[in-house]
């Protein structure tokens, strides 16, 4: 069974800088390009970074670019996002998840996300 389990939000002053973590079971991380969202109160979720298959390419959204960092490790099945410089803006509340094929069902799974704010 696919699971998620994101942790390592909080509270955080504009720039300041927070690791989160998921920890997937169910299937394995190195076998799937692997996403980071976020989705602010009110508005829409959004891609935030998504690592290649192969773990050697990640693509930012244009906001976190130069500002967050995704990472692998394959042993413990764990994806991470190291947030740095962190703004207002990046209130939201964060999820990972893999890229399922279009027609598999495991792609309506979602973890509970982890909360993340920004504030002075």
């Known amino acids: 069974q696919v699971q998620y389990v994101e942790s390592g939000g909080g509270m955080v002053q504009p720039g300041g800088s927070l690791r989160l973590s998921c920890s997937a079971s169910?299937?394995?991380?190195?076998?799937?390009?692997m996403t980071w969202y976020r989705q602010a109160p009110g508005q829409e979720r959004e891609i935030v970074a998504v690592?290649?298959?192969?773990?050697?390419?990640?693509v930012y959204h244009d906001a976190v670019k130069g500002r967050f960092i995704m990472s692998r490790d394959s042993a413990i099945n764990t994806v991470y996002l190291q947030m740095n410089n962190l703004k207002p803006e990046d209130t939201a509340r964060y999820y990972c998840?893999?890229?399922?094929?279009?027609?598999?069902?495991?792609?309506?799974?979602w973890g509970q996300g982890t909360p993340v704010t920004v504030s002075s």
């Open positions: 998840k893999a890229a399922w094929p279009k027609s598999d069902i495991r792609g309506n799974i």
């Open positions: 169910g299937f394995t991380v190195s076998n799937y390009a």
């Open positions: 690592m290649s298959r192969a773990g050697d390419n990640v």
